[in-house]
């Protein structure tokens, strides 16, 4: 904490403390965005509209810049604290049989070091800022009107307010985003959902996470959390795109017509859907958006650059984006040389991790029995010891590492 205090006593202190910035939404991106401008002297709101944090969700992992950021902020030990305590990856098959393993290894492996639930991280985040930014629940913007002093916001309660900036940080489905910016940026559906929720442990569940791959382009897949419940997901194949914008009801009727026949623990998922009011359903998108400023108005995290959580890297990129982002506005005076800097910096990575590998998702959903098969030997080849050791030879780690690889300017 030295070093904020030290940073309070920069001059360009004086620059930042009576600029106003507002944030929409309150997951990763706004609460770590707000942390770091509120330790350079902004006076930073967050909207967020849901009535209360959304604690939803599965396991997000921290990796390489992500890491080195949740350090800074002195938030690291609580993370690795409430660490889901997975051991690893099995692929299993329809009888439960293991195909193969990769247990954890504290880089490259699919479980990660600091793997959190995604409500945790979500807590901790507004646990470290509650103190210094000022948190509205239950409302959203539902105008805005910028020119070059100020951007005037009117929100969903009919009331406005004005501020110097406004960051959405609303996630991939943002409603500010197309305020700010109409149909500009692509939401580029990859041809895949899938769908998050929690259910209750029972003694065959492990401190593994399970991965079974079933025919007709579906894998599903079981992971220990540290409340004792397991996080279910299910992942399918399908070029319709109109499932994101049923109700709750039909998006379930859906879910159970994918899931039946999948096999393995079919009959468990569906059973628990109904019940479930944290079921969370999406349909996979990247959003690729030629700028992501627009006067006093820009975006982050998900809402600018979501890279699907196919990549595993949603998250360091929220946190990366708000770092930079925060650090670049307390140290320009002009806040359109902050957006340049900032951009310069985060576009090539932001590149770099949407590219998506070949094949992704396809290779991993086969539609046939044969294909599903195919899946599992592979799995099988790369766990086994002597393509690890091949593995180690070419350094899988370190591949990982350069996907990380972006400078954290010290700011201030
Ligand atoms: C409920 C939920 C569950 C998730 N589960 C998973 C998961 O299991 N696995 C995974 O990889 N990723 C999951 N994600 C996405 C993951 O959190 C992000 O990919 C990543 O962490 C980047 O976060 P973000 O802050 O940019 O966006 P998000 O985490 O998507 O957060 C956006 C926030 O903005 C709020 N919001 C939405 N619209 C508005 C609006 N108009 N005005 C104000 N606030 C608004 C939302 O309620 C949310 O709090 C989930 C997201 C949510 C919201």
Not at 23 to 39: Q, V
Not at 128 to 134: G, S
Not at 229 to 247: C, E, G, P
Not at 377 to 393: D, E, F, Y
């Amino acid at each position: 904490m030295k070093a904020f205090d030290q940073i309070k006593q920069n001059n360009s202190m004086a620059i930042n403390l009576k600029r106003r910035i507002l944030i929409s939404g309150a997951s990763i991106a706004g609460p770590t965005l707000a942390f770091w401008l509120a330790k350079y002297g902004f006076t930073v709101t967050i909207v967020e509209r849901s009535k209360s944090l959304r604690l939803g969700g599965q396991n997000l992992d921290i990796r390489g810049a992500g890491r080195a950021i949740v350090r800074m902020m002195g938030i690291e030990e609580k993370i690795l604290a409430a660490n889901t305590g997975e051991i690893g990856l099995q692929f299993v098959n329809r009888n439960n049989k293991i195909r193969a393993e990769f247990p954890i290894d504290g880089g490259s492996s699919f479980t990660s070091e600091a793997e959190i639930l995604r409500g945790d991280l979500v807590n901790i985040l507004y646990d470290c800022t509650k103190n210094d930014v000022q948190y509205v629940f239950g409302k959203y913007i539902t105008a805005l009107n910028q020119d070059a002093d100020k951007v005037e916001v009117t929100f969903s309660d009919g009331k406005t307010d004005i501020f110097d900036l406004l960051i959405a940080a609303d996630g991939v489905r943002s409603t500010t985003r197309r305020l700010i910016f109409g149909d500009e940026p692509a939401l580029k559906f990859v041809g895949l959902y899938n769908a998050w929720y929690t259910i209750p442990r029972l003694e065959r569940d492990t401190d593994w996470a399970r991965w079974y791959t079933a025919p007709g382009s579906r894998v599903m897949m079981l992971r220990p959390d540290n409340y004792g419940t397991i996080r279910a997901s299910f992942s399918f194949l399908s070029d319709d795109k109109s499932y994101v914008n049923q109700s709750d009801h039909e998006q379930k009727k859906i879910l159970k017509e994918k899931l039946s026949g999948a096999g393995w623990e079919e009959a468990r998922l569906i059973k628990e859907i109904d019940d479930k009011s944290d079921v969370y359903f999406d349909g996979i998108s990247q959003v690729r958006a030629p700028r992501w400023f627009d006067g006093r108005a820009g975006m982050i995290g998900d809402a600018a650059y979501c890279p699907t959580p196919l990549t595993g890297m949603g998250t360091t990129l929220a946190m990366v984006g708000a770092y930079l982002l925060a650090g670049e506005l307390s140290c320009h005076n002009k806040y359109e040389d902050a957006f340049l800097a900032y951009e310069k910096r985060m576009r090539p990575f932001v590149e770099k991790v949407q590219k998506l590998p070949p094949g992704v998702p396809w290779l991993a959903h086969p539609k046939s029995k044969f294909g599903v098969a195919l899946v599992n030997t592979v799995a099988a080849i790369l766990a086994s010891r002597p393509i690890k050791m091949i593995g180690r030879l070419f350094n899988s780690k370190e591949q990982d590492v350069t996907k990380d690889e972006i400078e954290l300017p010290k700011f201030g």
